[in-house]
């Protein structure tokens, strides 16, 4: 299940790419191992200098941990599995964090129920 949504976290960064040609892009997710092992896969190459940035071509991709997502904004961003992401009692936390982070484009890829505030109401 890690490398399906691993792969469609890829496929989303990807299909935002052809979206804001030249722009930003994130993946935020609580567990990136996987995803760097199908970024690899698929060609990306991670900078020696800063683990977090992935090159591709002229592509430039960000994946981060929830909370080295804070202060940052990029065009586009994908969510990894918002379930995951730890909770905090009283006050908006690290997935709020993670999903405000996008100014134009926002995907989110789960495969667990979504928490509660993230449902559309019935």
Request: with cysteine; aromatic share 6%.
């Amino acid at each position: 299940m890690i490398q399906e949504l691993s792969g469609a976290a890829v496929s989303a960064a990807t299909e935002i790419f052809g979206r804001v040609e030249g722009g930003t892009v994130a993946i935020i997710a609580t567990e990136p191992v996987s995803i760097q092992k199908h970024l690899e896969r698929k060609g990306w190459e991670c900078d020696p200098g800063d683990f977090s940035t992935w090159k591709n071509g002229g592509a430039v991709l960000r994946l981060l941990p929830p909370d080295r997502s804070r202060g940052l904004e990029f065009d586009g961003v994908v969510v990894v599995e918002p379930a995951s992401f730890p909770l905090n009692l009283g006050r908006q936390g690290v997935l709020y964090t993670a999903l405000t982070r996008a100014n134009r484009f926002l995907s989110v890829v789960h495969h667990r129920q979504l928490p509660r505030e993230l449902k559309l109401p019935t």
